[in-house]
């Protein structure tokens, strides 16, 4: 219905309109409290949202979400899956904020990631050359990883796991997989 989809600020809007509100100074004031309907409208809105609401009721019932989704409508996270690297900045991060703790002990975590971006804000690009390369380190070491990983390495995999993305993985992998399986048994 089109009425859940128009917020309820414009359907006042076009409510006042109709009833014959002229100037733009009625119609800026008016929200739900300042309209007054007839007990007849605004049974016939009741109605379309009781309506609208069995309808949404019935279309949940038979509601089954994707695989691999949860309550919140994300992917699980494969927990056997290798950890992402940091950026430069959170190398930069994981160096400097046991210092800038001790300089400013009552600092909250928001205004200790403020100091920290400030610090790595002011540093230079030669000065900042050596967090970079630590953090390419670890990301080809990261891509390392994910290729043993992906590629069926020497950790137990339950590939029925929802958790780690099931079949989809598998199929996104190929016979390369399918091979690895054979050789593991």
Avoid: H
């Amino acid at each position: 219905m089109i009425w859940t989809i128009i917020p309820s600020r414009t359907i006042m809007f076009l409510l006042t309109r109709a009833a014959g509100a002229s100037n733009m100074e009625d119609t800026r004031r008016t929200d739900s409290s300042s309209v007054a309907l007839s007990p007849g409208e605004k049974k016939r809105f009741e109605d379309m949202a009781k309506a609208d609401k069995v309808r949404y009721n019935r279309e949940m019932r038979d509601y089954v979400p994707p695989k691999g989704f949860g309550k919140r409508g994300r992917k699980r996270k494969d927990p056997n899956a290798p950890k992402r690297p940091p950026s430069a900045f959170f190398v930069f991060c994981s160096e400097y904020r046991p210092s800038v703790k001790q300089q400013y002990p009552g600092l909250s975590i928001g205004d200790c990631a403020k100091k920290l971006g400030e610090m790595w804000s002011k540093l230079g690009q030669s000065e900042k050359l050596p967090y970079e390369e630590k953090a390419q380190k670890l990301r080809e070491k990261y891509d390392r990883d994910m290729v043993a990983y992906r590629g069926g390495g020497t950790f137990a995999r339950n590939p029925d796991s929802s958790a780690q993305g099931g079949e989809e993985e598998e199929e996104e992998e190929g016979e390369e997989d399918d091979e690895d399986e054979e050789d593991d048994e």
